[in-house]
Each structure stands twice: as C-alpha cells, then as structure tokens.
C-alpha cells in the first residue's frame, strides 16, 4: 500500500502540460514535509476519524509538528470503499469538522480511484492506492488556492472541467444528463453508511 502511495505522490509532483508545465499537485512536495499520514480502518479500532482528527489537532498541529493529515481510509466490515459516493462523504465529513469547536477551521479534501474525474484531461486521482482523506485549515487551502489563479495551471483545467459535473459521479459511473442541482443531498441511507466509515 505505502509504496502505491509513493509512486502516487511521485506522479503528482511530476510535471504535467495539462497543468501549464507544473505538477498536478505543485504544493505536495513542500507539504509531504509537514503531512501526517495515517491508515483509518474500522474494522481495527474504536476511534472514530473525527477523534482521529481531533487528536492529531492537539497533538501535532496546534504544535506546530504537522501542517495536515492524510488518512488512508479502509472500509468497515462488509463494505468496500466503492461504496462510497465521494462527494456526498466528503460533503459529510466536511458538516462534522465545521460543527465541531475543535475542528471547525479544517476542511477534507478527498481522493478516489474509482472516481471518473479527469481534470485537465487526465485521471489524477486513478493511481491513488486506495480512498484517501486530506485533511488542513481552511486557510491554506485558500492560500493555495489563490497562488494557483496567478499562474496558468487552471487553463486546461477549466477547459476539460466545463462538461463535468461532479454531483452526478456514483459508483464510478459519470452521465452528463443531469445538472440542475446545485447542493449535495444526503439522504438518511448515506448518512448510516458514512457512519460505518467513520467509524461514529
């Protein structure tokens, strides 16, 4: 697993002329000297990830140790991770960090394999080991953010993400025929299932 994570993290450090001759992701390898990277499986501990994450926060970054957290996530017991519908579990995921006194100034970015998404053209996220979870402070994600719009890395990019919308991603399927909904809707069943990933 940690070798495909290494070979993952060496494609997105690589160059790319889809991404204006920059990395697919140009803030990762300044950032692998910060990041905390853990495994989350449910079916071994008790923890929930929020606990996780609130742990990690008191411990590393209020410390100054760690910058951000990569969790390799694992399914619960008779689950997989294409279960989950990456949009709707972040989004999830992302309700509980903000509500939270502790956690309410990170936010989660997720990555998943199976998801059809190919900004710029390319399947950045097709070599990803398995369900990953990053986890930083709103800030940084819009300092990082506002970097990138100085640059031309989102050229390509706005191109190729202008037909993709990722709300209607499901099961690694991708169908164009449906836009017209701006929020993701959890309902009640994703709830139950994001919990048993979660470990809540």
């Not at 450090?13 to 905390?36: Q, S």
């Not at 990555?111 to 986890?135: C, H, Q, S, W, Y």
Request: glycine share 2%; net charge negative.
């Amino acid at each position: 697993m940690y070798i495909e994570l290494i070979r993952y993290f060496t494609y997105l450090m690589e160059n790319n002329a889809n991404f204006g001759d920059m990395p697919v992701c140009p803030f990762l390898k300044a950032e692998l000297e910060t990041m905390a990277i853990e495994e989350f499986n449910p079916k071994q501990i008790k923890e929930s990830l929020l606990d996780r994450v609130i742990k990690w926060n008191n411990e590393e970054r209020l410390k100054k140790k760690s910058t951000s957290i990569l969790f390799l996530q694992f399914p619960p017991e008779n689950h997989d991770n294409k279960d989950l519908h990456k949009w709707k579990y972040q989004s999830y995921l992302n309700q509980h960090l903000i509500n939270n006194i502790i956690t309410h100034d990170l936010k989660s970015i997720c990555f998943d394999p199976n998801e059809f998404f190919m900004p710029a053209g390319v399947a950045t996220r097709k070599l990803a080991p398995t369900f990953l979870i990053a986890i930083t402070t709103h800030d940084r994600l819009s300092d990082a953010h506002g970097k990138l719009l100085k640059t031309n890395w989102f050229d390509t990019y706005k191109e190729a993400a202008a037909d993709y919308d990722p709300l209607d991603y499901m099961a690694g399927q991708f169908e164009l025929d449906n836009k017209s909904y701006k929020n993701v809707y959890i309902t009640n069943e994703n709830k139950r299932l994001f919990d048993k990933f979660l470990n809540f």
